[in-house]
C-alpha cells in the first residue's frame, strides 16, 4: 500500500485528549507517513496546537505535521512559532491561509498562504517540508477554477514540498485537477484528502461549509439507511475504500485521512483495503 497519513484536531478538555490518545495508539498500527494537527477557525485553538504536536511526537512516536496559517498572526508571532515548532522536532509544516470568522479578530500579516510559504522558507531554508491546499472541486471563495489553480501554483512557486486536497467522493474531479496542475507547470504531489464518513448529517454540514460536492447517488443511498448507524457505516467505509483504491490505481501518491479524532471510520477504510 502507499504512504498514509492522518490528521487530527486539537482536543480542549481531559474526555477529548482521552480520545485523541486512544485514537494515535489505535492509528499507529497503520505506520502513517506522518500526522498533522488542525487549529481552530481563526487560530482559536492555535495554543492547543502546540501542545498537541508535542504530545503526538513524544508520546505516540509520530512525525508531526502542525497546521499554520496566516489568520490572526503577526510576522513575529508566525516567526516565534516556527521556531517553537522546530525546537519540538518537527521537520514538516502545513501552510494554509485560514478563514476569518465573520466579526472575529483582524487578518494577520499574511493575506495569502503563498506569502506564508515564502517567509518559512526565508527563516528556515529547507528545515522544514511545506504542505499546502488545495481544491479539485475549486475553493468555494475562487473567482472561478482558473483563478483557483493560478493560486495554487502560486503557492507551489513560493516554495511548497506537496499539496493535500479537500476532501472530495469524485475521484475523476481529483484526477482532472491533477491533470490541470500539471499543464500549469505544478510538479509536486498532490495527496488526496479521504474524509471517512461515520455522520451524514455532519458530513453535510461540513460540505455545505467547504464547498466539496456529496454525489447525489451517494447522498440518496446514505439516507435509505436513515437511523441504521452500522448499515451506514458498512456502506460508507465500502464507498471510500473503493475511492481509494481507485485512486491509488490511477497514480495517487498517498493518501492523507481526515479521522475527526475517531479511529473507527478510519480503519474500516483502512481494512477493507488490505
Known sequence: MRPISFEF???KNDEQ???LDRTAARLKAYRPEYVS????AGGS???YTGDTVRGLIEDHGFDAAPHLSCVGGTRAEIAALLQRYREAGCRRIVALRGDLPSGMGQPGEFRYAADLVAFIRAEHGDHFHIEVACYPETHPQAEDALADLRHFKSKVDAGANGAI????YNADAYFRFVDEARAAGVDV???PGIMPISNFTQLKRFSEACGAEIPRWLAKRLAAHGDDVESVRKLAAEVVAGLCRRLL???APSLHFYTLNMARPTVAILDLMD
Request: glycine fraction near 14%; proline fraction near 13%; aromatic fraction near 18%.
Open 17 to 19: 485528549r482521552a480520545q
Open 165 to 168: 486536497t479537500q476532501y472530495f
Open 249 to 251: 490505481e490511477g497514480g
Open 45 to 47: 485553538t492555535l495554543s
Open 9 to 11: 484536531y486539537p482536543p
Open 189 to 191: 504531489p498532490i495527496v
Open 37 to 40: 494537527c488542525t487549529f481552530g
